[in-house]
């Protein structure tokens, strides 16, 4: 079995387990990583994971005039190799899902990326087709959306990577309100969940204590209105990016400790599918394309099509373009724009311009007004690995 399937399987197994069978299981994962980074001289540590950049609230410009709009969001970098890394290391730094890193950067090894080796961080996104308000879950990319406003005509958003629910027990489509907040949620198990631990010949208790090390909801939980589901922590990280839960979505510990103090009880949200979305920046067409992870989608060509019609951007984009970016499934966001429509498009005004930097403004006022409200400290500068700032 690969590694990286060997090291999947082993998540999913320790997924929400109790007992012996669980600490075993994480006390193994935790093995292989610390003896493997001893080995290379290298290791990652909670601390710094704590101490990475959080998610940063980044301004959204709605509508589809090409030449206002704005929603496609943060910047593609390149991060260089060093001896010792993995994808699950680089990932949870740079805040992404273990799948994103993968997709983004097929054919190098996840385990043993070559030293010196240019890995693609791809933070940058198109955002959901949605209405920008509250917290959106997009399935196949396994991300959250968390939207809300910065002013009068202002909206900003943060995104994190999540962890959810594995191929018999998909996460739903449909909508939600944040009905409750609880810090070390006990966590009782259902009726069905306990079911299937006694048929797998597997501890079914009742229930977990909060902040219990078995505990899967981890610190922190929001609970939704949709019955059984929920967005919550976890107390096997590794499981970000991945299909490991029975539904619910899992967050980093450290970006669920960011998230819970901003959204208030009432927040409404969604889960949706799209595993394709097209935005605009800067007056061109951006197709971002995932894969299909639940099969919900007969053909992504004809949905890639199909999204486009609808936001019209259609006329706009070069078909040959379309049809790289689907077949890649990378989930990259690339420029689509057809080079007769980009010849004429004009640049952003000055009026746009203004208008731009007020919400710009607001947004930064945002993030200054957030950091003190969840007690966070100057973040240090120096990066713990090497960061090559750039765009593709």
């Known amino acids: 079995m690969p590694l990286m399937r060997w090291w999947r399987y082993l998540v999913l197994r320790s997924s929400e387990r109790y007992a012996v069978l669980s600490m075993a299981t994480v006390a193994l994962l935790s093995w292989v990583l610390l003896n493997r980074a001893v080995a290379e001289g290298r290791k990652w540590s909670e601390e710094v ?7 940063r609230p980044y301004i959204v410009i709605p509508g589809r005039d090409l030449h206002k709009a704005n929603t496609v969001i943060g910047s593609l970098r390149y991060y260089q190799a060093q001896k010792g890394d993995t994808f699950l290391d680089i990932a949870r730094y740079y805040d992404l899902g273990i799948n994103e890193l993968e997709d983004a950067n097929p054919g190098i090894d996840p385990w043993l990326p070559p030293p010196g080796k240019p890995i693609l961080l791809p933070t940058q996104w198109v955002l959901p087709d949605v209405e920008y308000k509250g917290i959106v879950v997009n399935i196949p990319e396994m ?34 309100t944040i009905r409750e907040k609880t810090v070390n949620p006990t966590w009782v198990l259902p009726q069905s969940i306990k079911e299937e631990h006694r048929r797998e010949g597997r501890p079914a208790p009742d229930f977990i204590p909060g902040g219990h090390p078995d505990n899967p909801l981890g610190k922190y939980r929001l609970r939704l209105s949709m019955p059984l589901y929920g967005i919550h922590g976890t107390n096997i990280p590794w499981g970000v990016g991945m299909q490991v839960s029975h ?40 197709l971002e394309v995932h894969k299909d992870i639940y099969d919900h989608t007969l053909a992504l060509h004809r949905e890639a099509r199909r999204v486009l019609e609808k936001l019209g951007l259609a006329p706009f984009v070069d078909a040959e373009k379309v049809k790289e970016v689907v077949m890649k499934q990378n989930g990259v966001p690339e420029d689509v724009t057809s ?13 746009d311009g203004a208008r731009n930097a007020e919400t710009a403004d607001a947004g930064r006022r945002l993030v200054l007004r957030d950091s003190a409200r969840i007690g966070l400290a100057p973040r240090d500068k120096e990066q713990p690995r090497r960061d090559l700032e750039g765009s593709r």
Request: hydrophobic share 35%; net charge positive.
């Open 49 to 55: 994971f704590y101490r990475k950049p959080l998610g």
């Open 247 to 286: 539904g619910c979505v899992r967050l980093y510990p450290e970006d669920i400790e960011q998230l819970f103090p901003l959204v208030p009880v009432g927040t409404p949200g969604e889960f949706v599918y799209q595993p394709v979305k097209a935005g605009i920046r800067d007056g061109r067409v951006y």
């Open 339 to 351: 080079d007769r429509v980009a010849r004429v498009l004009r640049p952003i005004d000055s009026q």
């Open 143 to 176: 991300r959250l959306y968390y939207f809300r406003s910065a002013g009068a005509d202002s909206t900003v958003v943060t995104t994190y990577p999540v962890g959810l629910g594995r191929d018999d027990w998909k996460t739903p489509v449909g909508k939600f």
